[in-house]
């Protein structure tokens, strides 16, 4: 596969083609081809093609509203079929989101190294989809066979405008949050008697971590080149942006590890002065 010449004329086009591309293992099989050739420098210029506003998902799963989601009980085998198939359909998502970041933010003058992040993120997300996936296949089920929600691409369109957004809310705050989430869920899968899926989710929750870090790395990098004061900005964008809620607890020691200083999300924690309806309530006003 390797030998003959890359067939994509610069990194954003080829991360268009995986946006643009429906079946969830032929995504998977571009992006570990795309980044070998990018890491390998047989694709070379970053270039300029625009992406989709929505990528092309395959039939099914049928996606519903969040609040539309059954509850996921682990402790049982249909429980853990939810809760994977869950987790999987975010790691589909999120490797449309990093080949998004890729090709949408072009104009930004960004150096290589930001490029590199990037398709590395790429490439563990499409991982992660394939192992959660050949996962629920021993678990007697497969991806699309469940209802999904659309919410992570949400946040990429309210962001589609502005990178230092899109840092904001997709890394700094959804991939951050499973840095809360998944130490508990690792355990709680240990308790049931699942050590298959919780070694999965702790392999998960582990390369999750560089991810935040390049988030908070970039998203401190263009603050600086704009002039801007990063936690301040941060606070701004996700009470303009972001229509969740920041939940405690968070966990210190993983976001720590990223980089990500308490200073960034403990203010707009949900019970803190300037929870989440508040500094909603004040953006609106402003």
Sequence with gaps: MMDREPEWANLASAAVKVIGTADPDDKVRLTVEIASLWRNRRLRVVGRCRPPNHPTRPAHPELCAPGEMPRRRKGTLAGRQAFVHAIAHIELNAIDLAWDIVARFTDDDLPTAFYDDWVQVALDEALHFQVLRQRLRALGTDYGALPAHNGLWEAAERTADDLLA???????????????????????????????????????????????????????????????????????????????????????????????????????????????????????ES
């Design 166 to 284: 899109r840092l904001a809310l997709v890394p700094m705050v959804l991939e951050a949050r499973g840095l809360d989430t998944t130490p508990r869920a690792v355990r709680d899968l240990t308790e049931f008697g699942d050590e298959d899926t919780a070694s999965i989710l702790e392999r998960i929750g582990r390369e999750e971590v560089p991810h935040v870090a390049a988030g908070v790395q970039w998203f401190e990098h263009i603050c600086k080149r704009r002039h801007l004061d990063p936690i301040p900005t941060f606070h701004k964008l996700v009470r303009q942006r972001f229509a969740g809620n920041i939940k405690p607890p968070f966990n210190r020691d993983l976001r720590d590890a990223a980089g990500m200083d308490i200073g960034y999300y403990e203010p707009l924690a949900v019970g803190a002065e300037g929870s989440s309806n508040e500094v909603n309530r004040r953006a609106a």
